[in-house]
């Protein structure tokens, strides 16, 4: 038994990682050869294309018993049953992507005032701990 879970398959969800649609998800709608597929994102705005496997990274996400070749508004209504866009942004992944994207929006002065919250925290975290080792010695 293999650990490699990800396969290309028709349903299959990717990441786009180039281009202007770069961040966005997709839906594998058919298989081109061994390199490309055919991909499609109704819902995320990503127009249906055939796309090389080089500028994409497959997920987790399948939305199950999707036929091949499937039109856009039928696949629409696959993803809004399956709730996939919804389940993306509930994983590490999407959460982690979002959070990169938010700090790189940051100004100084926002990262001044968030390394002053983490001080902050820490110096009450640290003065809890130096509490409870003092009650326990």
């Known amino acids: 038994t293999g650990s490699f879970k990800r396969l290309v ?19 594998i709608v058919d298989i081109v050869d061994h390199n490309r597929a055919v991909i499609d994102g109704p819902t995320t705005e990503v127009a249906r294309q055939i796309i090389s496997f080089k500028n994409v990274v497959l997920t987790d996400i399948v939305v199950k018993r999707l036929p091949r070749t499937v039109g856009s508004k039928a696949l629409a209504k696959f993803l809004e049953k399956e709730q996939v866009v919804e389940a993306w942004q509930k994983t590490a992944w999407a959460k982690k992507l979002e959070a990169r994207k ?15 919250l983490k001080k902050q925290q820490r110096y009450i975290v640290d003065r809890q701990i130096a509490l409870l080792k003092k009650e326990t010695a």
Request: charged share 30%; aromatic share 6%.
């Open 9 to 27: 398959e028709v349903g299959r969800v990717v990441l786009l990682t180039h281009g202007s649609d770069a961040g966005k998800i997709a839906t």
């Open 102 to 116: 938010r700090r790189s929006a940051m100004s100084d002065f926002d990262r001044f005032k968030l390394m002053r």
